[in-house]
């Protein structure tokens, strides 16, 4: 591999955004589109005859001293190769490639090590997920610290980058909501220059169970809680590529996803559509949404409007609970020390939800609820995670909080208005982008 060649096999992890293409990276190395596309060609299919479990979920990646590690749990023991089931072209179009292509990029920027076999960070170890994986892949020897009941297949380090079809096909149980995570915690790694990388997967986590830490929640009824596991199960099919903007849901397909009745799954699809959360077409039925300039205008609007009269009833409330909202604020500052945007981000809708919640308000939480459902299906459908700056997500929150408890109500507001307007911004823009 020559240096332009590393350049460009690198350069993902030069690029914060989540969505780019070779045009932008040809861009960023100063080559041509056609060499791109012959690097990846040539690094990317060599050696796709690697035999892996059929249906992988990863659950830990390690990079330490030039050597790369792959923790998988596998749900069953039989093995494809895939040289003839995905081509190439296929599997840039999948909307995992990117974070896939970005993770095994992380091998180029250490320096090689003449050590044989890798050695494992400590935390690795003790944190990584071992009784619930049963695969593992890695560019040295097998390490010493690797439980025995792992299977462990050996790639050497100029194939790492061969990798990326098998996984995109057979790492297919890997949630899309890890994946960001994944990526996003790659790029802070390399801006911190670092000399090892540790990402352990959240296991069964839900964004929604996310947010739920220190929440003041509220009763739901049966049918509330199968409308929201219809939407988290459609967010998550738009993520994976198996859906997108303006294509039909099925209530049948659902309804065996998620072990439900096909009147229960109509009767959310009905709610969801009536929230504004899916579109629905007399002819061709329920829809995933496709999001325009003005829905995402609209959204933000509202939030502002709502925010401002949560702020103002907040403030007017002798029995606001602060202890509530400064648990919130003080888990959005702990999570942004983490350099971890997107649960950062999490952490910030938490914040803002606590805040309704605990103005006193019968009606308005609801409502913030259904907007940023809204919000998070549009970004799921334009395909990108919300890369928030951490540093201007904890200033705003704390400039919020500490309003709140002064009680003076325009210096919130402005404060509000700000992040709004921040976010009305990114949005559009990159809406743009993606069309």
């Known amino acids: 591999m020559d240096v332009s060649e590393k350049a460009v096999l690198a350069a993902p992890l030069r690029l914060s955004g989540p969505r780019w293409t070779s045009v932008d990276l040809a861009e960023l190395v100063g080559t041509s589109q056609s060499f791109v596309a012959r690097t990846w060609r040539k690094y990317f299919t060599a050696g796709t005859n690697i035999a892996l479990p059929s249906d992988m979920e990863l659950l830990a990646v390690n990079y330490s001293h030039g050597h790369g590690l792959l923790l998988a749990r596998a749900s069953s023991k039989a093995t494809t190769q895939v040289a003839g089931l995905l081509d190439h072209g296929r599997a840039m179009r ?4 990117i974070a896939l292509q970005t993770m095994l990029a992380g091998l180029l920027v250490q320096d090689s090590s003449d050590e044989s076999t890798m050695s494992l960070s400590e935390h690795f170890v003790t944190q990584a997920p071992f009784g619930m994986s049963n695969f593992a892949i890695g560019t040295s020897q097998r390490p010493s610290a690797l439980p025995v009941h792992i299977t462990y297949v050996q790639v050497p380090a100029n194939h790492w980058q061969s990798l990326l079809i098998p996984l995109i096909h057979n790492a297919h149980l890997t949630s899309a909501g890890n994946l960001q995570r994944l990526h996003q915690d790659l790029i802070v790694w390399v801006k911190k220059s670092s000399q090892d990388f540790l990402w352990i997967a959240q296991q069964s986590v839900t964004a929604n169970t996310q947010r739920s830490k220190s929440r003041i929640t509220s009763l739901r009824s049966s049918q509330q809680i199968v409308a929201d596991q219809v939407f988290e199960k459609i967010v998550d099919l738009v993520w994976d590529g198996k859906l997108a903007a303006g294509d039909r849901i099925t209530e049948s397909s659902l309804a065996a996803a998620l072990h439900t ?3 229960q799954t109509r009767d959310a699809l009905r709610a969801l559509a009536s929230s504004g959360l899916v579109d629905h077409h007399p002819v061709r039925g329920v829809l995933v949404p496709t999001p325009k300039r003005s829905d995402i205008a ?10 401002t009269e949560i702020l103002r009833r907040a403030i007017e409330n002798s029995a606001f609970d602060f202890q509530a909202v400064n648990n919130a604020l003080q888990h959005v500052i702990a999570t942004g020390k983490t350099g971890n945007s997107y649960e950062t981000g999490n952490a910030d809708l938490h914040f803002q939800d606590v805040i309704a919640q605990a103005s006193g308000m019968r009606n308005i939480p609801q409502m913030f609820n259904i907007l940023a459902k809204q919000l998070r299906i549009y970004i799921a459908v334009m395909g990108f995670s919300y890369f928030y700056s951490i540093d201007d997500m904890v200033a705003d929150d704390s400039e919020i909080y500490r309003q709140l408890q002064a009680r003076n109500f325009e210096a919130a ?4 208005n700000k992040k709004i307007n921040d976010s009305l911004t990114f949005m559009t823009t990159h809406l743009s982008k993606s069309r």
């Not at 999948?94 to 490639?97: D, K, M, Q, T």
């Open 94 to 97: 999948s909307p995992r490639r």
């Open 261 to 263: 009745t096909r009147n």
């Open 298 to 307: 609209d959204i933000y609007a509202a939030r502002r409007a709502l925010g």
């Open 413 to 416: 507001r402005v404060a509000w």
